[in-house]
């Protein structure tokens, strides 16, 4: 059975600090793995999707990586901002199911 | 267009009553999901549909009933609602392709039972 775990579970950082989310998954039988963010009271929004043969994928400030081998994925988050203040989750998706990480809570205070 | 749209979006109902959650999405997708997400934000994955097919069902009470009249619709049937079945309830497809296979999120269904 899949497990998914995200460290920290809650992060505060000042405004412009570069950080890292961290995402630990227990199965490497993965087709791929998906960053989402989640705004109170809303719903999730895809950041960035990391096929299983990649290795990282960039959008804008976000980079994502992805090792498949020790089961890990990271977000790196450059230059954070106050509107980057949300939940953030990260999926393992296999055939048919996605497994998500109870999520990392991430406060920029400016 | 909205790709996965769920409704409705706010729901306050009372203890036993039967409720039902529809979503549909426009994507062309074959998968669509349920999950609950907890008052702990906690994400967990209730139903999976492939084709219509039934191919994952977590331990959820028999009290809910997914419905998938055809690959675009994924309904959620709630019996004898009790109080902790409030959360918010999301719906979600995608497609398995041969580059992955990436979720796509409703806007997420509010259920608070009092």
């Known amino acids: 059975k899949q497990e998914v775990t995200q460290i920290p579970a809650a992060l505060s950082v000042p405004e412009g600090e570069n950080l890292v989310l961290n995402c630990s998954f227990t199965d490497s039988a993965i087709y791929n793995l998906q960053w989402f963010r989640q705004d109170p009271g809303k719903g999730l929004t895809s950041l960035l999707l990391i096929q299983s043969s990649q290795r990282e994928q960039t959008s804008g400030r976000l980079n994502a990586s992805l090792d498949k081998s020790s089961g890990r994925s990271t977000l790196y988050i450059a230059a954070s901002q106050p509107g980057d203040s949300a939940t953030y989750l990260c999926?393992?998706?296999?055939?048919?199911?996605?497994?998500f990480g109870d999520g990392t809570t991430l406060t920029v205070k400016p | 267009d909205t790709a996965v749209s769920q409704t409705p979006k706010y729901l306050v109902t009372q203890m036993g009553n039967d409720k039902s959650i529809k979503c549909e999405q426009n994507?062309?997708?074959?998968?669509m999901y349920w999950y609950k997400q907890d008052s702990k934000k906690f994400l967990k994955i209730m139903f999976s549909?492939?084709?219509?097919?039934?191919?994952i069902n977590e331990t959820v009470p028999n009290r809910f009933s997914p419905k998938s009249p055809d690959k675009a619709h994924l309904n959620l049937h709630i019996n004898s609602l009790e109080l902790g079945d409030s959360a918010v309830y999301f719906c979600a497809s995608s497609l398995l392709t041969e580059l992955g296979n990436t979720i796509y999120f409703g806007e997420g269904s509010w259920l608070t039972v009092v």
């Open positions: 549909y492939n084709n219509k097919e039934l191919i």
């Open positions: 999926a393992v998706i296999g055939a048919g199911k996605s497994t």
């Open positions: 994507l062309g997708h074959d998968t």
